[in-house]
């Protein structure tokens, strides 16, 4: 079955610092792949996405890769800030089962000192 | 406009009350679900209707009713509330496209029973 992998925190770095948060999946098919963000206190928010092989997903200078070699869709941000601080979900979708399978992490947890 | 809203934000009750969460949403989505977060906020699916029909209901204790009068909206009702089902409650929708499924979140529902 599908299944969604992701590095336990919590990630705690200096502002300015580079961010990569892994994320590997399994999946029978091919699915779409995102990262969702979960401020303090509030829902969570669709990042970024990616829908295909070597696709790119980008927003808020973060960045995630769909890489079908390795099943990875690394989240990577150049330059963190203490407003990136939050739990951060990676997910798949499979187009090609039924409606609800949405399969997410268990979530990151990243906290940024200023 | 608020794509997903629920309703209450912040919910404190007694043990042994029956209380609801109200969840609509203005998306047109034909898919809502209803996620459960707990205190090291590992998601879990709990409900998910598709155009009124449940299709899926995970191992929820069946104090737990959700309740779909039209496809815009699912409500939860809890039944002899529990110190357990203390936690946060997120309802959410999406619509299947050729990219999947991409799921958007209501700001949920922090429910404390004591």
């Known amino acids: 079955g599908n299944s969604v992998t992701q590095m336990e925190g919590p990630v705690t770095l200096s502002e300015e610092a580079f961010l990569t948060i892994n994320c590997t999946y399994t999946?029978?098919?091919?699915?779409?792949l995102f990262w969702y963000v979960q401020y303090p206190g509030e829902g969570l928010q669709l990042l970024l996405k990616?829908?295909?092989?070597?696709d790119k997903g980008s927003n808020k200078g973060f960045e995630a890769t769909y890489r079908k070699e390795t099943t990875s869709f690394h989240l990577e941000k150049g330059s963190v800030q203490v407003s990136d601080s939050a739990v951060y979900f990676c997910a798949l979708s499979d187009p090609g089962s039924s409606a609800s399978k949405i399969i997410f992490g268990s979530g990151t947890r990243l906290s940024i000192r200023p | 406009d608020t794509a997903v809203s629920q309703t209450p934000k912040y919910l404190v009750t007694q043990m042994g009350n029956d209380k609801s969460i109200k969840c609509e949403q203005n998306?047109?989505?034909?898919?809502m679900y209803w996620y459960k977060q707990d205190s090291k906020k590992f998601l879990k699916i709990m409900f998910s209707y598709n155009n009124k029909e449940l299709i899926i209901n995970e191992t929820v204790p069946n104090r737990f009713s959700p309740k779909s009068p039209d496809k815009a909206h699912l409500n939860l009702h809890i039944n002899s509330l529990e110190l357990g089902d203390s936690a946060v409650y997120f309802c959410?929708?999406?619509?299947?496209?050729?990219?999947?499924?991409?799921?958007?979140f209501g700001e949920g529902s922090w429910l404390t029973v004591v």
């Open positions: 990616a829908t295909k092989a070597d």
């Open positions: 998306l047109g989505h034909d898919t």
């Open positions: 959410a929708s999406s619509q299947e496209d050729r990219d999947g499924n991409t799921i958007y």
């Open positions: 999946a029978t098919g091919y699915p779409s």
